[in-house]
């Protein structure tokens, strides 16, 4: 749209009234239930354009947001729905400094809006263990991983044979009675001769 405003010979101060304009109308105004609104559309144009590099490691997953031109209390880290990591910031132009000192945009590339990323976590990410840091433009959210559950050891339940009193020997699961009867040997009864 500001490509085509331009070519229409607008003013660059004139598209950035008329955007703050639209934006003032969205906040005041109710949009129909089956359109999406310009708040959502602009969020997933932020998304779009907020570059992101997700890298997992051993012990933890780093979440790599570029967000330049912002200082780190620009910059906000928080959970949504207890799994969605979302960062996000704003890069603002100098509007007062333009009007006061008469400054006038020649060309206008470099990218003022909202910066914005949503992460769904994987399950066996830890959310009690996040950390940020905001260096030279680049947010790295850390966030450790869960250990494995450890697997579960099977049950063992002692056999015992009906009729009398059982005793375990130790080595290859051998049950004995008393008095003769049937030895169990790995699972399979046989007789037991006694003198």
Do not use: C
């Not at 009007?99 to 060309?107: C, H, V």
């Not at 910066?115 to 830890?126: D, G, R």
């Amino acid at each position: 749209m500001d490509l085509a405003l331009r070519d229409l010979g607008f003013d660059p101060s004139m598209i950035v009234a008329l955007h703050d304009m639209f934006d003032f109308m969205d906040e005041t105004t109710e949009q129909k239930p089956q359109h999406p609104s310009r708040t959502y559309i602009r969020d997933t144009k932020a998304m779009k354009a907020t570059p992101a590099d997700v890298i997992e490691y051993p012990n933890v997953y780093q979440f790599l947001v570029d967000m330049p031109g912002l200082k780190p209390d620009q910059v906000k880290v928080h959970l949504e729905d207890e799994n969605v990591l979302v960062v996000s910031g704003e890069r603002k132009r100098e509007k007062e400094k333009e009007e006061k000192e008469g400054i006038k945009y020649l060309r206008m590339e470099r990218r003022f809006g909202k910066l914005l990323k949503k992460f769904v976590l994987p399950e066996n990410a830890n959310t009690d263990a996040i950390s940020a840091a905001f260096q030279d433009g680049v947010l790295v959210v850390t966030v450790e991983k869960r250990p494995p559950p450890e697997p579960k050891k099977p049950k063992v339940i002692e056999v015992k044979l009906g009729g009398g009193e059982s005793s375990t020997t130790g080595g290859g699961g051998v049950q004995a009675t008393e008095g003769g009867g049937q030895q169990v040997q790995d699972g399979v009864p046989s007789e037991v001769k006694t003198d």
